[in-house]
């Protein structure tokens, strides 16, 4: 070990079982930690070749030299450790591929079970590599010196799936695969488990921490995401998961997700789409507009990368979105979809399928490298400016697994292919591939031609899964002459020399033979062709075999005869020479039906031998017990004791021999060679492996029922473990002195060969080493250089590895492959017809085709003799008829005479009288049934055209238009557009009571403010005085608060800011996910032909989804046919009005040109007249009339036709009768048009008849005013002949210019109808593959069904089992705690310094035969068992064996002398107790047992479940991807005009436009204006970082001055505050002071309450204000009074004085007026009356 003297001090031994075990065991030891420096040595740790002991084989004989490959179809396999180094899985290695220097290292496995997966620490520092295998190791290496740093151990079974590093790099994450998935949780630095849990019960692809929450953790994988959480329980840490449900969504395999800074979790979707997770749940599926999905794919992954989400796709494409509205998206309706468009995206290439990407900085520049599972690694840019550069390809590999592989039989080239469609050519000295040739289908079989064939080794035939077999040229391009145009820059270029097709399926086997003469060809279709080798090959023949061609191979050169061993698949191996051309050539077919054959069928002997072997062992064994038995008879004489013969023990039922088994289905040849002459070396698969069988043919042959023949191999030589891993391949070195096997599990074997011949003893020995994958990398080919320098594997997991044998590798360097020269004249040469067409004729087919053709065309031309002997013979008789014609009448023959027999004919028209008469009879039922007939077909036909065929014609022009025959559509198509306006109409009601609702809302908000407003208005003063002041106090409370939460966001500011701190080299975040998301803004566009396609969910179409698309179709179609026809009936109308209107036209310029002259007459225009076309409906206008007349049409035609067949004399004048009535009736037409012209004459007529009369009238000479009157109505008349002849005109021309212009819009309906026929053409042929495919598809979804069902019910019980078993331990220990309390009483019981405590305890652990106790069967105890038992208990097991041991011999039964009688009582029930727990134990042990057992077959069941569920899974995928291709071989038509097409080759128009791509103007115009939009934005962006790096310096600059001025500042600050406070004081705390609150409170209260008072002081003021006003009145009021009554009294005094005077004169009193002295008596009443009032009321 490297970096530590002493393992020991550094680190403690690793235990191997889980970590949880070593504190329990050991809790006083104190752990230790391991040191930071310590290492693992790598020679130490990699595994080895395994070589058998005392061979002699050297441990180096094979020596890696490169890795060609590339396993891009795992889901993630490449890491970048710095800006050129990259990591990979190849196998059983990681290779690190400098990709400045093209240099590569590697790293072997551990444990040589291959790697799972491989991950890079945050730091770079180090990566992880997860391996495979039995308990796999997880190493951590350090990086770049490559030493192991640390081993992870325990943390899965099988094979290590997923693992990622957490944000800070100090824990791993784990999962394993099949059986345990088990989630890990690593402190990988001190190797030990923080946390483990199961996963999910299927496969997991994905763990990842949360980078923003390092105890969040997200597994994904098949049909399940999984979230999870580091959760500190009572009982300690543990991981919670919860599962994510899906709801509505449709299950998918979660593939790729990653994890917001919220919590939240973006997932794609098999159909492409984006689902984001919160709280376990589906919150959105976001979807691209239109409901397009945001890739046409698998989301193969998605990335964060500066505030930007990157997602990846199967389609090819990188997009990038903003994860801001991502993370804000909300559902919108029921359908949970919400629509989002990229900002960017990139595409990477149409036929790329993207898997993984990882991003680099290259000198400040952020780099993305990413996986394409069709094979290529590909550099990009993501940074979207105007400065990004292209996607660039940096390496292209095959892409799944390597079908064939060959080397070059005189240099160091090598040429494999691959069902990619690939072949490459490889130099393994420069290590460096040197061309790629591409082909329509991929290829399954290769083969270097030898030096016999090609002497400068540049020929090579390669076989395809379509049958065609193509021969091409390996070249050196500089060896061609410079042609114009073009550069020589390849290092090696190919060349198609000949293709030909001798196979109807994938050829499997290609050989040449020793001479080179014959190539043979073999295939799955089981034939064998032959080919003449020669310049260009020629097809000899076929033989047909029995079984699908596994492999082909001549005899050596060793051999006399030159013979051909064919093996096939199932069992069969054949022999058959070689065929000659001559006398093989055939006519009909290539078939060669007389080539001597021999055949050998395999019969299964495995199990035969596997028989004998058991029996040899069992008297083996019989035989050692005997030799036993008397050894011991032997040693007992010895010593003199008598040996009594004892009788024989009965024998032990010995287990029954197995019976003979015969697998029902061969175990399929894997390969085979020949030994000698008819004989010959198989390895087979299945039941049948482990063995190499030597075979040999039977010299009798009987061909009549080789199905039934039982061969088997004289010879068997079992190989070493090869029972589950057969050999696949079989290869021997030149010298043939070395065998070379791969085998199933990509491991490599190699065998040295003394004799040159294989033997028992020979091949126990070898030397193997495991390379490719373990799982899939089954050697595919294997083969040394010519040389036997060098060795070349190639496997099923996409790898190819080149081995040094046992060479120097200074020899190496002096090496050098030579690319073959050119053929002269090659440059000049057209370039060979290739068969693009998969279904292309093979050489068979096409030779009997043509063979059928050329029968057929015989046959045709012997037809077309005796037709033209027929016709000679009719002119012939024509001649005659013409002559006879010719003759006079006397010499003519008459038409009796031409009859051989007049009775015949008169018996035929006395029979046709006859029958005519019977019809006549039945013709009343004949009608009836013919008007049924009519309504039938009215009915079918008539009632259900919605629009018949309308043909409107111009006027003056040629041009017509028509309307679409267009069918009514069904009631299911009415009821679906009636659903829809419902919807609209109960929408829109929505709509409206919605708004009603806000209108009403904003109502009474209205009337709220409106409300308020008014209490405000009337506040007093006082009261809004009080209001202001609780405002200022609020106010003042508030400022308060914001200087409390300003300070302390202040403070939280500053901490954040410091916490946030970046360092001197900090990146910004933002900035790196910018360019990140820039960068992966790509998808994957995985195409629908694609073999691994994989038809998603919402994708897979049925035959509703088909029909309602159909129909959904067809309403359009009918939509849009509907609305032309009513626009063209509308045409057809207007005609008919403006027919009409001409007419009338016509008529009033007839009267007008009547008065003019006939010199002044200008031409009458034409009426238009309606076409029978444009009024069809007339045809079904009909009376009685016209139908006798069209029955009388009918018989005379039937007639006509009955005398030409019954007379052959009047042939002559067939063509005359036929044309007569043509003649002699015209068509209904043109007796209309001719009425319609004959119409208007009689007017004529009479005018003309008329205009005598009035010149004989006006004889006499007008007057002036008669001349001047008529004058004016010339002049009117010229005016309204004028006027009247231009309106019809502009009619005519506004019609026809009404025409054109709705044909022009019918025919750009008619190639949108055409396009929409297509299309439902496509979508009718596609609904009937549906309709096939729908009974099988519903079986297999049954299935799956029905097994997730079992499966889960399985699962109740596994669990039920558990939880017994659980219940069970449990009680163990319960009763282990109980033995061990016992234990404890009884030393308690002891007391201390007892000197019986010796024999007290043997009393009680003496072990007695108690009464009734069962017998314990003796069976090995368990891991398990010996697990469960305590420290203590195995101590006191110690102990008793310790004490039972002793000679004492003691009496239990009698307690002891001065032994305490109770104690010893005691000790005695303490026995019974323990005897009666041991037996308890042991019940509960054995419970616990057989719940064991009965759960480990449960769980067999249960993956036996999970198997066929499997299976049923795939079976159900695979059906979807047959039905999917299926419905490509569909064709699609695609109308395009010749101006659009603009790929050209060569400049010509290709045939194959398959890699064309349609594409618009507006967006290459776009493009190119793009182009310089970006170079603009590339300056501004210079100009941009020009600026911030100058600002960068001078923001530095002023950091360092604030430092300064805030230090001096701070300085100042304290003075001011020791001159001030005389202390330093917290003037935060200062300035948060604020007011008494209750103070102020109260004071507000007290102002209230003065203002109450004041107002009810001020109040009763007043009051008392108005009582003293009013009593100053009253009082004013009373003393008025006073003085009035004062007055009124003197008054009276002096009234009644005057009175008493008036009394003393009466006579004067008398004398005066009367009512004088009365008014002034009632005044002086009333005033008093009033006066006596006012002094009431005062």
């Not at 946390?195 to 994904?220: I, W």
């Not at 329980?233 to 299950?251: D, I």
């Not at 003063?1021 to 308060?1040: A, C, D, G, H, P």
């Not at 005094?1693 to 009394?1703: A, C, I, V, Y």
Request: proline share 4%; hydrophobic share 35%; charged share 30%.
């Amino acid at each position: 070990m490297e970096g530590a003297p002493d393992a020991e001090d550094d680190v403690e031994e690793q235990p191997d079982t889980e970590v949880s075990s070593e504190p329990e065991k050991k809790p006083e030891k104190v752990e230790k930690k391991i040191s930071e420096t310590f290492y693992y040595n790598y020679e130490d740790l990699c595994s080895r070749p395994f070589v058998t002991e005392d061979s002699g084989i050297p441990i180096n004989l094979l020596t890696l030299e490169h890795s060609f490959g590339y396993d891009c179809m795992r889901t993630v396999n490449l890491s970048m450790m710095d800006s050129q180094t990259l990591l990979y899985i190849a196998g059983n290695y990681v290779v690190l591929l400098d990709l400045k220097a093209k240099s590569q290292s590697y790293l072997r496995s551990s444990s040589n079970g291959g790697i799972g997966v491989i991950t890079a620490h945050p730091t770079k520092q180090y990566f992880a590599v997860g391996e495979k295998g039995r308990k796999p190791n997880l190493i951590i290496y350090e990086y770049p010196s490559l030493r192991p740093y640390r081993i992870l151990r325990g943390g899965t079974e099988e094979a290590y799936v997923s693992a990622d590093f957490n944000n800070s790099g100090t824990l791993l994450a784990s999962v394993g695969s099949s059986p345990d998935y088990m989630l890990t949780i690593w402190d990988w630095k001190q190797e030990k488990i923080v946390l483990r849990s199961k996963a999910f019960s299927q496969d997991v692809y994905k763990v990842t921490f949360s980078p923003d929450n390092e105890e969040q953790l997200t597994t994904s994988g098949t049909g399940h995401i999984k979230f999870w959480k580091m959760a500190l329980t009572f009982t300690g840490l543990k991981l919670q998961g919860a599962l994510g449900r899906f709801g509505k969504t449709a299950v998918t395999d979660v593939i790729g997700y990653v994890e917001l800074p919220d919590g939240k979790v973006i997932s794609g979707a098999e159909w492409g789409n984006l689902l984001l997770w919160e709280g376990g749940l589906i919150k959105v599926e976001l979807c691209r507009t239109g409901r397009k999905p945001c890739h046409s794919g698998p989301v193969s992954q998605l990335i964060l990368d500066e505030g930007e989400l990157v997602t990846v796709g199967k389609d090819g494409f990188i997009r990038v979105w903003d994860i801001e509205a991502v993370d804000a998206a909300d559902t919108v309706d029921e359908t949970g979809l919400l629509e989002i468009e990229p900002m960017n995206e990139l595409l990477v290439g149409k036929t790329v399928n993207l898997s993984f990407m990882v991003k680099i900085h290259d000198r400040g520049q952020p780099i993305w490298y990413a996986q394409d599972a069709n094979g290529a690694l590909w550099k990009l840019d993501l940074t979207f400016t105007n400065i990004t550069h292209d996607p660039e390809c940096l390496y292209t590999f095959h892409s799944g697994k390597i079908e064939a592989m060959s080397v070059s039989p005189v240099t160091y080239l090598m040429a494999t292919t691959a069902l990619d469609r690939s072949v490459r050519i490889y130099d393994f000295i420069s290590k460096s591939q040197l061309s790629e040739m591409k082909f329509k289908q991929g290829g399954t079989a290769l083969t270097w031609a030898p030096r016999v064939v090609n002497p400068k080794g540049g020929l090579i035939a390669v076989g395809f899964e379509d049958g065609v077999v193509r021969i091409i040229e390996v070249y050196d391009p500089k060896g061609l002459a410079i042609v114009a145009g073009r550069a020589n820059i390849g290092k090696a270029e190919m060349n198609l020399k000949q293709a030909f097709k001798p196979h109807t399926t994938a050829v499997t086997a290609l050989a040449y033979e020793r001479n080179g003469d014959v190539l043979a060809t073999g295939s799955k279709d089981k034939t064998v062709f032959f080919f003449a080798v020669e310049d260009k090959y020629e097809p000899i023949g076929f033989i047909c075999v029995p079984g699908p061609v596994q492999a082909l191979q001549w005899s050596p050169p060793s051999h006399v005869k030159s013979t051909l061993l064919i093996l096939c698949e199932n069992g069969f191996a054949l022999q058959v020479p070689t065929p000659h051309p001559e006398e093989e050539s055939t006519v009909s077919t290539y078939e060669i039906k007389n080539l001597p054959t021999q055949c050998f069928h395999f019969y299964s002997i495995k199990s035969r031998i596997k028989l004998e072997e058991e029996i040899a062992r069992r008297e083996e064994k019989r035989k050692e017990k005997e030799k036993a038995k008397l050894e011991w008879i032997k040693q007992q004489q010895e010593m003199g004791t008598e040996v009594e013969e004892e009788p024989e023990e009965e024998s032990e039922e010995e287990e029954p021999l197995p019976p003979l088994y015969i697998p029902e289905e061969p175990s399929p040849i894997l390969c085979g060679f020949y030994s000698t002459p008819g004989k010959f070396w198989l390895s087979l698969g299945g039941y049948d492996s482990g063995f190499l069988y030597h075979c040999t043919f039977s010299p009798n042959e009987h061909q009549d029922d080789i199905e039934k023949r039982q061969d088997e191999p004289f010879e068997v030589i079992p190989m070493e473990e090869t029972d589950d891993n057969p050999i696949h391949q079989i290869s021997f070195c030149t010298s043939r002195l070395l065998m070379f096997c791969g085998m199933q599990n990509g491991a490599l074997r190699v065998y040295p060969l003394r004799d040159k011949d294989l033997s028992a003893n020979t091949l126990k020995e070898y030397w193997s080493f495991n390379v490719h994958d373990n799982d899939y990398g089954q050697i595919r080919g294997i083969s040394s250089s010519y040389d036997d320098r060098f060795l070349i594997t190639c496997g099923g997991d996409g790898n190819i590895f080149a081995f040094n044998i046992l060479s120097p590798e200074a020899v190496h360097k002096e090496l050098k492959a030579k690319i073959p020269s050119p053929r002269s004249g090659l440059e000049k040469e057209k370039a060979a017809e290739d068969i693009e067409d998969p279904n292309a004729y093979s050489i068979e087919k096409a030779r009997q085709r043509k063979e059928y053709e050329q029968i057929m065309k015989e046959a045709e031309d012997k037809k077309n003799k005796k037709r033209e002997e027929i016709s000679a013979l009719r002119q012939e008789f024509l001649s005659l008829l013409r002559k006879n014609q010719e003759l006079p009448k006397h010499m003519q023959l008459h038409r009796e005479q031409y009859e051989m027999d007049h009775r015949i004919f008169e018996e035929l028209d006395r029979q046709k009288a006859q029958r005519i008469q019977l019809v006549q009879k039945e013709m009343a039922w004949e009608q009836e049934k013919q008007l049924i007939g009519l309504r039938k077909l009215q009915n079918r036909f008539r009632d259900s055209l919605e629009f018949d065929t309308v043909i409107v014609h111009a006027i003056q022009s040629d041009h017509k238009i028509s309307t679409y025959r267009l069918l009514a559509l069904s009631e299911k198509c009415y009821q679906d557009k009636q659903r829809e306006t419902w919807k609209k109409t109960v929408l829109k009601q929505e709509w409206k009571e919605t708004e009603q609702n806000d209108i009403m809302s904003e109502g009474m908000e209205g009337e709220s403010e409106a409300e308020k407003r008014k209490k405000s208005e009337a506040r007093t003063v006082t009261t809004r005085l009080i209001e202001s002041q609780r405002e200022r106090i609020k106010k003042i409370m508030e400022k308060s608060d914001k200087i409390k939460a300003k300070i302390m966001k202040r403070k939280e500011e500053w901490e954040e800011l410091y916490k946030n701190k970046p360092s001197d080299d900090y990146e910004n975040p933002k900035d790196a996910q910018d360019i990140k998301e820039a960068q992966e803004n790509m998808g994957d566009y995985k195409l629908k032909t694609a073999a691994d396609y994989k038809v998603p969910e919402h994708k897979r179409m049925n035959t509703e989804k088909k029909m309602v698309q159909l129909a959904s179709l067809e309403v359009l179609i009918h939509e849009k046919k509907a609305n032309m026809n009513k626009q063209i009936m509308s045409l057809r109308d207007l005609k008919v009005s403006i027919i009409d209107e001409i007419k009338c036209l016509v008529q009033e310029l007839k009267s007008v040109q009547a008065a003019l002259d006939l010199s002044e007459k200008l031409p009458v225009p034409p009426v238009p007249q309606l076409h029978p076309e444009e009024v069809p409906e007339k045809k079904f206008q009909f009376d009685s009339d016209i139908l006798m007349k069209f029955k009388h049409e009918q018989e005379a035609k039937r007639k006509l036709h009955e005398q030409l067949e019954g007379s052959p004399s009047l042939g002559v004048f067939k063509e005359r009768f036929l044309h007569g009535p043509s003649i002699r009736e015209p068509e209904p037409m043109s007796r209309a048009t001719s009425v319609r012209s004959i119409k208007p004459a009689p007017s004529v007529v009479t005018e003309q008849a008329k205009q005598p009369k009035v010149f004989e009238i006006e004889k006499a000479e007008p007057t002036e005013m008669e001349l001047e009157v008529l004058q004016r109505e010339k002049i009117r008349n010229l005016y309204l002949q004028e006027t009247l002849i231009k309106r019809i005109n502009a009619l005519v021309i506004n019609f026809d210019a009404e025409l054109r212009f709705l044909r022009h819009m019918k025919l750009k309906l008619d190639v949108q109808m055409k396009c929409a026929d297509l299309c439902h053409v496509t979508w009718f042929e596609e609904l009937l593959l549906l309709k096939n495919f729908e009974k099988h598809e519903d079986l297999l979804q049954g299935r799956v069904n029905t097994l997730l069902s079992e499966q889960k019910a399985m699962q109740q019980k596994l669990n039920n089992y558990h939880a017994q078993m659980e219940d069970r331990k449990h009680e163990i220990a319960r009763l282990q705690d109980c033995e061990k309390a016992l234990y404890a009483t009884f030393h308690a019981s002891l007391g201390e310094n007892n000197k019986f405590a010796r024999f007290l305890t043997k009393v009680l652990k003496k072990k007695i035969k108690r009464i009734k106790k069962k017998e314990v069967v003796k069976e090995a105890e368990e891991e398990d068992e010996s697990e469960e038992e305590s420290e203590e208990e195995s101590s006191l097991e110690s102990d008793e064996e310790d004490s039972g041991s002793e000679d004492e011999v003691f009496d239990d039964s009698v307690c002891p002398k001065n032994c305490d009688e109770a104690l010893f009582q005691n000790t005695i029930q303490l026995r019974e107790k323990r005897l009666d727990l041991e037996e308890a134990l042991i019940e509960e042990k054995k419970v616990a047992d057989n719940l064991r057992k009965e759960y480990d077959a449960l769980a067999k069941k249960a993956k036996v479940i999970e198997a066929s569920l499997d299976t049923a899974v795939g079976e159900l995928e695979t059906f979807q991807r047959e039905k999917q291709q299926k419905l490509n071989e569909l064709h699609v038509a695609v109308p395009l005009k010749l101006h659009q097409v603009e790929y050209l080759v060569n400049g010509e128009i290709p045939n194959d436009f398959s890699q064309a791509l349609v594409f618009t103007n507006q967006s290459l115009e776009y493009l190119q204006k793009r182009i310089v939009d970006l170079q603009n934005e590339k300056i501004m962006q210079r100009e941009i970082f020009k600026k911030a790096r100058q600002q960068h310096k001078q923001l530095l600059q002023d950091k360092k001055e604030m430092e300064t001025k805030i230090q001096r500042l701070e300085e100042k600050c304290n003075q001011l505050m020791m001159t001030k406070f005389g202390r330093l004081v917290d003037l935060e705390a200062l300035q948060a002071h604020s007011i008494n609150t209750r103070l102020e409170e109260l004071k507000v209260q007290m102002m209230e309450k003065e203002h109450v008072h004041s107002q009810e002081l001020k109040e009763w003021e007043e009051r008392i204000l108005d009582l003293r006003q009013q009593l100053m009145m009253l009082t004013k009021e009373n003393t008025s009074k006073l003085q009035q009554l004062n007055q009124f009294c003197l008054e009276k005094q002096r009234l009644e004085t005057k009175l008493d005077s008036l009394k003393n004169d009466l006579g004067a009193e008398f004398q005066g007026p009367r009512s004088t002295e009365t008014m002034e008596e009632a005044k002086l009443e009333s005033q008093l009356t009033c006066k006596a009032r006012l002094s009431d009321t005062s």
